[in-house]
């Protein structure tokens, strides 16, 4: 059974700092990783999708990388902005049915 | 061309109701799922429906059903509702399965309160 972890819970940094996010799984015969972000009382918005083969994944400001054999993705945030607070959440999918969350990170960037 | 829609967006129930909410797919997606994310947590995947079946279920009791109609929208109904089913609910869709490879989209959400 998949289970996600991710740390730091929450994140306060100031405005223009470069940020890792980290995810953890258990179950590395994942087929996708996929990174979300969601703002307070919305959905989910995805923000990078990591295929099973690819290594890394970039737009913009932001860059996923995937280690399979390690069971673990880093989300990495550029020269951060207040625009950039959120809850970013990692999802795994369970053998490619459906996805697994982690509790998510809770990232607060200050002007 | 819109999302993923659901309604209502927010609804407040007492214990022992039911429930109905009600999804409509991104244009072009076949598969929708319903997850539950309860405060300060992630969402759990609740079930998943394509071609008007049920596909996979998750760690979810018999209250919790669904239906995919023709068009591809979706309800997601909860009977006999309890204090923990209080929650964001959200539909997702993708076209095919998750390992396809497709991206996948999620709505907005449905806040239920049951007091």
């Known amino acids: 059974k998949q289970e996600v972890t991710q740390i730091p819970a929450a994140l306060s940094v100031p405005e223009g700092e470069n940020l890792v996010l980290n995810c953890s799984f258990t179950?590395?015969?994942?087929?996708?990783l996929q990174w979300f972000r969601q703002d307070p009382g919305k959905g989910l918005t995805s923000l990078l999708l990591?295929?099973?083969?690819?290594r890394e994944q970039t737009s913009g400001r932001l860059n996923a990388s995937l280690d399979k054999s390690s069971g673990r993705s880093t989300l990495y945030i550029a020269a951060s902005q207040p625009g950039d607070s959120a809850t970013y959440l990692c999802?795994?999918?369970?053998?490619?049915?459906?996805?697994?969350f982690g509790p998510g990170t809770r990232l607060s960037v200050l002007p | 061309d819109a999302g993923v829609t659901q309604s209502p967006t927010h609804l407040i129930k007492t214990r022992g109701q039911q429930v109905t909410l009600r999804c409509s797919p991104k244009?072009?997606?076949?598969?929708v799922s319903w997850y539950q994310q309860a405060l300060g947590q992630g969402p759990q995947f609740i079930f998943q429906?394509?071609?008007?079946?049920?596909?996979q279920r998750g760690n979810f009791p018999d209250r919790f059903s669904g239906h995919q109609f023709p068009n591809y929208s979706s309800e997601l109904n909860v009977n006999a509702l309890l204090l923990g089913d209080s929650a964001l609910y959200l539909c997702?869709?993708?076209?095919?399965?998750?390992?396809?490879?497709?991206?996948?989209?999620f709505g907005e959400g449905s806040w239920l309160t049951v007091v």
């Open positions: 999802a795994a999918d369970n053998y490619g049915q459906n996805f697994v």
């Open positions: 179950d590395s015969a994942i087929y996708n």
């Open positions: 990591i295929q099973s083969s690819q």
């Open positions: 244009s072009g997606h076949d598969t």
């Open positions: 429906y394509y071609e008007e079946e049920e596909r």
């Open positions: 997702a869709s993708i076209s095919g399965q998750l390992n396809s490879g497709n991206t996948i989209y």
